[in-house]
């Protein structure tokens, strides 16, 4: 099985104060993989099914997306809806990062098959702690080979 230093990681968000917070506290957790930035979910979905302005790109497999809920074109959750419904993507690992809370829309992201949900904290230290704890989690966490 790779490791998470094989993984190339797909952040998806539309906030790019967020983004940059995000991959910032990654690398300060010691994080060093590919990081491939996406401020929508319809981009996301070209990305990963080699469509649009994608069709030629290559993204080498394992993959593992941070998928925010709140995206402009297509949201969060019809992203994960689609990647885990789809043979070609339903082993990538999704991480959702986003700032909603509420019980019912975290069992609904786990229902739809999500690996991990994250509530992002408001404030920029805490913030920055759980993506420092996030990369701790990452550097330790074993994915699945892709096809």
Same mark, same amino acid.
């Given at each position: 099985?790779?490791?998470?230093?094989?993984?190339?990681?797909?952040?998806?968000? @539309?906030?790019?104060?967020?983004?940059?917070? /995000?991959? !910032?506290?990654?690398?300060?957790?010691?994080?060093?993989?590919? $990081?491939?930035?996406?401020?929508?979910?319809?981009?996301?979905? @070209?990305?990963?099914?080699?469509?649009?302005?994608? *069709?030629?790109?290559?993204?080498?497999?394992? +993959?593992? *997306?941070? +998928?925010?809920?709140?995206?402009?074109? /297509?949201?969060?959750?019809? *992203?994960? =809806?689609?990647? !885990?419904?789809?043979?070609?993507? !339903?082993? $990538?690992? /999704? /991480?959702?990062? #986003?700032? #909603?809370?509420?019980?019912?829309?975290?069992?609904?992201?786990?229902?739809?098959?999500?690996?991990?949900?994250? #509530? !992002?904290?408001?404030?920029?230290? =805490?913030?920055?702690?759980?993506?420092?704890?996030?990369?701790?989690?990452?550097? *330790?966490?074993? +994915?699945?080979?892709?096809?």
């Amino acid at each position: 099985m790779p490791s998470i230093n094989e993984v190339t990681i797909v952040l998806v968000e @539309d906030n790019e104060g967020h983004a940059r917070l /995000i991959e !910032k506290n990654l690398r300060r957790a010691k994080i060093s993989n590919p $990081i491939t930035k996406l401020e929508d979910g319809q981009l996301v979905l @070209d990305y990963l099914f080699g469509e649009q302005g994608y *069709v030629n790109t290559l993204h080498h497999p394992p +993959l593992l *997306v941070l +998928l925010d809920l709140n995206l402009p074109v /297509i949201d969060g959750y019809r *992203v994960l =809806e689609k990647m !885990k419904s789809d043979d070609r993507t !339903k082993t $990538i690992p /999704i /991480i959702v990062l #986003t700032t #909603t809370d509420d019980a019912h829309e975290i069992n609904r992201c786990y229902e739809l098959g999500c690996n991990v949900y994250i #509530t !992002k904290p408001v404030e920029y230290e =805490e913030f920055a702690e759980a993506i420092a704890r996030l990369g701790l989690f990452l550097s *330790v966490v074993m +994915l699945p080979n892709e096809g």
